[in-house]
């Protein structure tokens, strides 16, 4: 796929905002699971949590990257995007129990899994062999600095308001996302159409 420099910057940058708002979630969850478990009390649901979004999203990453390159890595991409701000809004608003929690978060982590994928992707189609390791390096950086803000913005959050408010903090990373994978983020997928193994 043919992209100028300016629009490759752009792209990294709207896909820049796709990593933040993962590595955002898992420690703003983590972060808030005393008091999750204090409301809801169940001690025995924080291994569900938890372990719910990284299995589902674990699992399924080589499927969906193989989706991605079969029929579309920004289709996925959105896709998964609204699939994770949907089961988010959910748990945000809705949530009232430990299950419904739990089922968000495993709802979460299948969205997850079509976003990172897609990510690499399309940075790897995108940046020239010279380019590549710099836009790579980048987005981990990117991931990092998310994962230790995290923490803060769940601690500020919880000060103010309900446990169900850390869910929405990813809710404007996730719209910011959306807008900008339509606009700043290019069309591509598999050159060569294998099938899914």
Excluded: C
């Excluded at 589902?56 to 990453?61: C, W, Y």
């Excluded at 129990?97 to 982590?109: L, P």
């Excluded at 990510?119 to 010279?130: G, K, M, R, V, Y």
């Excluded at 980048?138 to 500020?156: D, H, K, T, Y």
């Amino acid at each position: 796929i043919s992209v100028t420099p300016a629009e490759r910057r752009l792209t990294l940058a709207a896909l820049a905002v796709v990593v933040l708002l993962s590595a955002l979630d898992q420690t703003i969850v983590s972060t808030a699971m005393p008091r999750i478990i204090e409301q809801l009390q169940g001690l025995s649901m924080y291994a569900w949590v938890t372990t719910a979004y990284m299995l589902t999203s674990t699992v399924s990453v080589p499927i969906y990257g193989k989706l991605s390159d079969q029929y579309g890595r920004k289709g996925i991409l959105q896709l998964g995007l609204l699939l994770f701000g949907a089961a988010t809004a959910y748990a945000a608003i809705a949530a009232e129990t430990s299950q419904q929690v739990i089922i968000a978060r495993v709802v979460m982590g299948a969205g997850a899994a079509m976003v990172m994928p897609a990510t690499l992707s399309i940075i790897t189609n995108i940046f020239p062999a010279h380019e590549r390791a710099k836009a790579v390096a980048l987005w981990a950086g990117i991931s990092g600095g998310g994962a230790a803000i995290g923490p803060l913005l769940s601690g500020f959050v919880l000060e103010h308001w309900s446990w169900n408010a850390v869910f929405a903090v990813n809710l404007p990373f996730i719209v910011a996302a959306l807008v900008l994978g339509v606009f700043l983020v290019p069309r591509s997928r598999g050159e060569h159409g294998t099938p899914l193994d």
